[in-house]
């Protein structure tokens, strides 16, 4: 199956173009202004009553946006070099838009024009299935999801007639048969092999008994027997992921008695039930074949390895000599979403950083997996005194420290540094239960020291980083 990857579902459009702008649904948009928004203004609103008033807008400045309440509580919608950049597109953001670019300094506009956005499902997964009545005549079906979808067939190499999610072939037909899906947003095809279908032996013998019985109403003699068994239906086939990586193949049929076997690539695979456990990198085409006595049916899908879990999360901040703050976030992992709060408000961006005014102060949080609960803070005292300090929640703590990979002498949850320490600290904790660790950077205190602390919570998936300002010269003494 050809299917494009998630960056391939990513969406281009310019705010001046006269075609549609179709939009992947839960992918990104990007739509490109043109101009440089330090010198232009750029006005988008969304036409629902037709109102210039009361409909929703959004205005982007200097590179930034304004008064939006287009894409209130939108984190994920940000502007980056003269592009307005929605990292999630939803149903709503489908519609039509009225943008204005204008240059305030000569109080000009140099441009209005309408912008038609339409929202569709991208093309999922396409099954194909072949079903054998008991007469022997056979129908493929195909199904994918998707919106807007519109399907073709080939039957080894040549088009067949018809652009329907199912149709019918002669009972003796053999090959290879192809469904293609497509929308505006991507497209999707499956090839499955096609076998001859070979008519039921019950059918022969119930077509026998019905002569006998019509035979047998002339003759004065009485023989009726007749088959209640059902016959299979649609083959479905779903792939399920666990989050320790173990893929699991399950299939499912209507039908009494039925028969399950299984091959990848064409290959067969051992078992014989409705559900099948993989390798977590299995990658290729699987076929679930299903039959009994009256008729048989399969379907094939393609599979693509698990996607890699979220492992231990890592923030880190950085202050450049011009001032300003810049927050990271790193974690091992497939196909990463992020998105940051600060004291609890959504920040604009959904990327893997994130810059923050130099005087930013509070608590940041990035959604994604973490290690453990654990909390590292460093304090500079009025006297130059560094003391770092390590917490967490559970019974029978056992602590241990290392400063730029080598152990520091101390079994205790605070340690006392030289005020000139320079490098990465690293507390871990651990009991019979599980274990933990936070590693965090140090350096030398100085005149205006400040509390950093980090920490990661095991519930619900997030690392925090706090800085806050240094407790007062007498209480500093106190340490």
Same mark, same amino acid.
């Given at each position: ?42 006005? &988008?609103?969304? $036409? ?33 070099? $003269? ?117 039921? =032996? ?37 792939? &399920? ?6 893929? $699991? ?36 085409? &699987?076929?679930?074949? =299903? ?32 001032? =300003? ?130 920490? $990661? ?23």
């Amino acid at each position: 199956m050809l299917l494009q990857t998630a960056a391939c579902l990513d969406q281009f459009c310019r705010l001046n173009q006269s075609d549609p702008c179709y939009a992947a649904l839960r992918h990104k948009l990007s739509l490109l202004m043109g101009l440089d928004t330090s010198e232009y203004e750029m006005t &988008i609103q969304k $036409r629902i009553n037709n109102n210039k008033i009361t409909d929703p807008i959004c205005r982007v400045k200097n590179g930034k946006m304004k008064d939006c309440d287009l894409y209130s509580n939108r984190p994920e919608t940000t502007v980056i070099n $003269r592009t307005l950049i929605i990292n999630h597109v939803i149903r709503a953001d489908s519609g039509n838009y009225t943008v204005t670019i204008s240059n305030p300094s000569y109080g000009q506009q140099t441009f209005q024009g309408e912008l038609q956005v339409n929202v569709e499902a991208p093309i999922g997964s396409v099954q194909v299935s072949i079903i054998c009545s008991s007469s022997g005549v056979m129908r493929a079906s195909c199904s994918s999801e998707g919106d807007q979808l519109l399907y073709s067939w080939t039957l080894n190499g040549d088009p067949l007639m018809g652009g329907n999610s199912s149709i019918d072939l002669d009972e003796g037909t053999d090959g290879n048969i192809t469904c293609s899906v497509k929308n505006h947003i991507n497209h999707g095809q499956t090839t499955i092999s096609v076998k001859p279908c070979s008519v039921s =032996v019950v059918f022969v013998l119930v077509w026998c008994f019905q002569m006998m019985l019509l035979f047998g109403l002339l003759g004065g003699f009485h023989i009726y027997m007749r088959d209640t068994s059902a016959p299979i239906g649609s083959v479905q086939v779903s792939i &399920i992921c666990s989050s320790s990586g173990v893929m $699991r193949a399950s299939c499912s049929s209507e039908g009494d008695q039925l028969l399950y076997s299984w091959t990848l690539n064409g290959d067969p695979l051992m078992g014989g039930n409705s559900s099948i456990d993989l390798d977590e990198g299995t990658d290729g085409n &699987i076929t679930c074949s =299903v039959k009994n006595h009256i008729n048989h049916g399969q379907t094939t899908i393609s599979v693509n390895p698990c996607s890699a879990p979220i492992g231990s999360v890592q923030v880190s901040i950085i202050c450049s000599s011009s001032g =300003v703050m810049r927050a990271s976030c790193s974690s091992e992992g497939d196909q990463l979403l992020y998105s940051w709060t600060l004291n609890g408000d959504p920040l604009m961006g959904g990327n893997s950083s994130i810059d923050l005014n130099e005087g930013t102060d509070g608590v940041w949080i990035s959604s994604a997996a973490p290690i453990g609960s654990v909390q590292v803070s460093i304090i500079c005292s009025s006297s130059g005194v560094m003391r770092a300090s390590c917490s967490s929640e559970g019974d029978q703590l056992l602590y241990s420290w290392t400063l730029n990979g080598d152990p520091l002498m101390s079994g205790n949850s605070s340690i006392d540094l030289d005020e000139g320490t320079d490098g990465n600290i690293t507390c871990s904790v651990k009991n019979h239960i599980n274990h933990g660790q936070t590693t965090i950077s140090v350096k030398p205190c100085s005149d205006d020291g400040f509390v950093w602390s980090v920490r $990661r919570f095991s519930h619900p998936h997030e690392t925090h980083i706090r800085k806050e300002m240094r407790r007062s010269k007498t209480e500093n003494e106190k340490i």
